[in-house]
């Protein structure tokens, strides 16, 4: 899987290609807005007013909206256990 991460006007955009399931995506998006995930600080959390996930298995894109950083989000990347450790 690869994961290209890119500042925008809103927030931050994550492009997902390769070996990606849309499921996936969607759960770390669930764990996230459910508060079930620790990949993320709270500030991190608290900053981010959206979440939404369009693509299909294979080209996914997640487009965080809030006065969050590049950084802070390839941090969370990096944390988080859907992505590392998927589930098949």
Known sequence: ??????????????????????????QM??????GSCACMSDETKKKMTNMEVEGKDGDIELNLTGDISKEEIELALARSTVLNNPKK
């Open 1 to 26: 899987m690869n994961k290209n991460v890119f500042k925008t006007t809103q927030g931050v955009k994550i492009n997902f290609t390769g070996a990606v399931k849309k499921q996936h995506i969607m």
């Open 29 to 34: 998006v669930e764990n996230c807005a459910t």
